[in-house]
């Protein structure tokens, strides 16, 4: 009886913070999916507390940067964890395998959780999946699985456009993602050398990118994957799915402050 009735007490709950950036068509799809999957639907505004803490540390709220994203960030993660606390649960993380390796999280923001379900997940295949969810399903499910599948990848942290739209796009900052798991493979699974990981990707996407992009891409994701350990090096337990992981307590041991240089001057002679 105590087991079923700890069972019963059990439940999801999901909450949309909308902030900033935050657009109509990723608010609508968040709230329809909540709905859809029967957790429990919150709906908090980080807006006024985002607005008080410009106040607060005199940060001019129509200057758009580092700070004016990471405010955002952390005020959504103060919000899970306090509510974890207050309903005795823990906050699922939803940064995968790629934005740690290219440290493409907002520290002690949407870095941290109670546990990380797809920290060993590269973005590519979390597509993957959820595809893969949107052609098993029906209804709304299936409707609005296909419409977060097209729309930009984004932390939705800057203003939209004139227009509503979502004016920041990952890929555009940090290079296509299909490139960075790519990359990350090779690198991390076997050991290859950046001659053999440039080459491979050329070979692999001549149709798709030119060597120059490539090489571009390959460029910030050796730089960004060593200058980011700092974040890998305390991100919360996480369950390892593949043949890899970033974790520091598993597959990756690495110093917040190794030396990469040799990795871009092997790049620049190619």
């Known amino acids: ?52 803490h ?12 580092v700070t004016y ?15 974890a606390n207050k309903e005795n649960g823990i906050v699922v993380g939803t940064g995968d395998m790629s934005e740690l390796a290219l440290g493409w999280a907002t520290y002690n923001g949407d870095h941290m959780s109670n546990y990380g379900v797809n920290c060993s997940i590269p973005k590519t295949l979390v597509t993957t999946l959820i595809d893969h969810i949107r052609d098993n ?35 555009k900052s940090v290079g296509p993602y299909i490139l960075h798991d790519f990359f990350l493979y090779h690198f991390l699974r076997y050991g290859a050398s950046i001659k053999k990981i440039y080459f491979l990707a050329c070979q692999t996407f ?35 799915v593949g043949s890899v992981a970033l974790s520091p307590r598993g597959d ?3 110093s917040s402050d190794t030396y990469y240089t040799m990795y871009l001057k092997e790049l620049e002679e190619l």
């Open 54 to 65: 410009f106040k607060d540390i005199q940060h001019e709220q129509d200057k758009f940067d």
């Open 137 to 171: 399903s029906s209804g709304i499910i299936k409707e609005t699985l296909t419409d977060i599948l097209n729309t930009p990848i984004s932390p939705e942290l800057l203003p939209l456009d004139s227009k509503g739209n979502i004016a920041q796009n990952t890929e």
């Open 1 to 52: 009886p105590y087991r079923r009735q700890r069972q019963m007490c059990i439940r999801d709950r999901a909450i949309t913070m909308p902030g900033f950036g935050t657009s109509n068509r990723t608010y609508e799809n968040s709230k329809k999916l909540i709905q859809a999957s029967g957790a429990e639907f919150r709906e908090i505004s980080i807006q006024a507390a985002c607005l008080q």
């Open 206 to 240: 001549v149709n798709d990118y030119s060597k120059e992009e490539i090489k571009q891409v390959l460029s910030i994701f050796i730089r960004r994957f060593f200058t980011q350990q700092f974040k890998r090096n305390c991100v919360p337990d996480g369950i390892k």
């Open 69 to 83: 994203e990471n405010t955002q960030a952390r005020e959504r993660t103060q919000i899970l964890f306090d509510i």
């Open 252 to 254: 990756l041991r690495m």
